[in-house]
């Protein structure tokens, strides 16, 4: 699969890959409704409570700007409740609460409802992902073309994106999440099905993530002082 046409507007100067256009396909995005004290409290420890809901409203802006021009169906699950009027525009994400006891149930939860819906592939991702790009998601769903399963590894031992074609239980039980040993653990049950891997990535869970990255500097000029 290859770019069939190139498209450019004023407002969208990025390559369009015409390839996922009239397929069956689902963006999920899990998102923590940004409430100070309540979202990326590690990092928080050390920038404070207000630096860390700027950058995560940051981030949801940037996840925004990568998700809008996909060609696929996109739902946004809210950690706490659904919001109609927010960065999320209504006319191109739909809008779900997340249902589940832990983060393996809730996403287990969402996909078998995307598959019920129908949806042939169905990629994961959060909304914390500076290093994510619109033309990494397109790749991500391609790659499901020729694979049943696909998977972004984060540097910290998990991952930051995972896709599917069909449902394997096993993929979010018995998981510690949020540790070192999540990524291994989940290819561990993959090992019998045919999974692309996809490039490392940082995402952002702590000051050492982004304390070298231009773009967060704003954000930690009192850190600096």
Same mark, same amino acid.
Request: hydrophobic share 40%; glycine share 6%; aromatic share 10%.
């Given at each position: 699969?290859?770019?069939?046409?190139?498209?450019?507007? /004023?407002?969208?100067?990025?390559?369009?890959?015409?390839?996922?256009?009239?397929?069956?396909n689902l963006l999920v995005i899990?998102?923590?409704?940004?409430?100070?004290?309540?979202?990326?409290?590690?990092?928080?420890?050390? =920038?404070?409570?207000?630096?860390?809901?700027?950058?995560?409203?940051?981030?949801?802006?940037?996840? =925004?700007?990568?998700?809008? *021009?996909?060609?696929?169906?996109?739902?946004?699950?809210?950690? $706490?409740?659904?919001?109609?009027?927010?960065?999320?525009?209504?006319?191109?994400?739909?809008?779900?609460?997340?249902?589940?006891?832990?983060? *393996? $149930?809730?996403?287990?939860?969402?996909?078998?409802? +995307?598959?019920?819906?129908?949806?042939?592939?169905?990629?994961?991702?959060?909304?914390?992902?500076?290093?994510?790009?619109?033309?990494?998601? /397109?790749?991500?769903?391609?790659?499901?073309?020729?694979?049943?399963?696909?998977? *972004?590894?984060?540097?910290?031992? +998990?991952?930051?994106?995972?896709?599917?074609?069909?449902?394997?239980? /096993?993929?979010?039980?018995?998981?510690?999440?949020?540790? =070192?040993?999540?990524?291994?653990?989940?290819?561990?049950?993959?090992?019998?099905?045919?999974?692309?891997?996809?490039?490392?990535?940082?995402? =952002?869970?702590?000051? /050492?993530?982004?304390?070298?990255?231009?773009?967060?500097?704003?954000?930690?000029?009192?850190?600096?002082?």
């Amino acid at each position: 699969m290859g770019i069939l046409q190139t498209k450019k507007t /004023e407002t969208d100067e990025k390559t369009i890959d015409f390839t996922l256009v009239k397929s069956r396909n689902l963006l999920v995005i899990f998102t923590r409704n940004p409430e100070l004290g309540k979202c990326k409290t590690r990092l928080a420890e050390k =920038v404070g409570d207000e630096a860390a809901l700027d950058i995560y409203q940051f981030l949801l802006n940037h996840t =925004v700007k990568i998700t809008v *021009g996909l060609y696929a169906k996109k739902t946004v699950y809210y950690s $706490e409740e659904s919001c109609k009027e927010d960065i999320w525009n209504n006319t191109v994400y739909d809008k779900k609460l997340q249902t589940g006891q832990d983060l *393996g $149930e809730r996403m287990a939860n969402a996909f078998l409802e +995307g598959f019920q819906n129908d949806f042939e592939k169905i990629i994961v991702i959060g909304s914390d992902m500076y290093d994510l790009s619109q033309k990494d998601l /397109e790749a991500a769903f391609n790659a499901l073309d020729t694979n049943d399963f696909v998977v *972004g590894p984060a540097e910290d031992g +998990g991952y930051y994106l995972l896709g599917m074609k069909h449902f394997i239980p /096993e993929v979010f039980q018995a998981k510690n999440w949020g540790t =070192v040993t999540v990524l291994q653990d989940t290819l561990s049950n993959l090992v019998a099905e045919k999974t692309a891997l996809l490039a490392s990535k940082n995402d =952002v869970d702590h000051y /050492e993530d982004i304390k070298d990255i231009e773009a967060f500097a704003p954000f930690l000029k009192h850190m600096r002082q």
